[in-house]
T-cell receptor, first 119, second 114 residues
Framework: DTGVSQDPRHKITKRGQNVTFRCDPISEHNRLYWYRQTLGQGPEFLTY????????KSRLLSDRFSAERPKGSFSTLEIQRTEQGDSAMYLCASSLATNFGGLALETQYFGPGTRLLVL | RKEVEQDPGPFNVPEGATVAFNCTYS??????FFWYRQDCRKEPKLLMS???SGNEDGRFTAQLNRASQYISLLIRDSKLSDSATYLC???????????????FGQGTTLQVKP
């Protein structure tokens, strides 16, 4: 399968613990996104990378959250001192952004997500 | 006010029915528009992009009205397999390039019954 993969698929942790999620994008995709989705809501943007550079972070991303994409390939999302409100599905998406008349055209492909439950 | 608004439904329709979903967006700088489909406990998958001229893909037709900041999706001859949540999605232009950040609506749930 050459799609976006995420690991783990499910994570149960106790409040206060740290967790780390991994996302492997589609090969050669230059952009990688993280979103969070809670029950009954659409996904909400958290952050994104173009190659290894983190270009935008949402205000939703508190200082307990950190994301990296060290070599421009896979990415990790770490949540420190988890809280019950962090329980959600964390989705990763990747895209190949190409420049067309100054605008970047892209289609984002999502991974299966990591479902986090904080007890 | 949410940036992208959808009626969450659920829409319960019989097989073979035609059903339409609507969506409004608040940011006039929105540049790209999409409908994604999400099955229960699965990731969103791109259903179709939406263009100003309107576009059709089999039983699915999408329309965009920039003046009214309104997007629609029409499904004809509904199948049981169309049961899912349909997410209206916009991409907002920032500066001179497209950042790629997608803004999702809450989603509209469709249940097609035999």
């Amino acid at each position: 399968d050459t799609g976006v993969s995420q690991d783990p698929r499910h994570k149960i942790t106790k409040r206060g613990q740290n967790v780390t999620f991994r996302c492997d994008p589609i090969s050669e995709h230059n952009r990688l996104y993280w979103y969070r989705q809670t029950l009954g809501q659409g996904p909400e943007f958290l952050t994104y990378f173009q190659n290894e550079a983190q270009l935008e972070k949402s205000r939703l991303l508190s200082d307990r959250f950190s994301a990296e994409r060290p070599k421009g390939s896979f990415s990790t999302l770490e949540i420190q001192r988890t809280e019950q409100g962090d329980s959600a599905m964390y989705l990763c998406a990747s895209s190949l952004a190409t420049n067309f008349g100054g605008l970047a055209l892209e289609t984002q492909y999502f991974g299966p997500g990591t479902r986090l439950l904080v007890l | 006010r949410k940036e992208v608004e959808q009626d969450p439904g659920p829409f319960n329709v019989p097989e073979g029915a035609t059903v339409a979903f609507n969506c409004t967006y608040s940011n006039s700088a929105s540049q790209s528009f999409f409908w994604y489909r999400q099955d229960c406990r699965k990731e969103p998958k791109l259903l179709m992009s939406v263009y100003s001229s309107g576009n059709e893909d089999g039983r699915f037709t999408a329309q965009l009205n920039r003046a009214s900041q309104y997007i629609s999706l029409l499904i004809r001859d509904s199948k049981l397999s169309d049961s899912a949540t349909y997410l209206c999605v916009v991409n907002v232009l920032h500066g001179s390039s497209n950042t790629g950040k997608l803004i999702f609506g809450q989603g509209t749930t469709l249940q097609v019954k035999p």
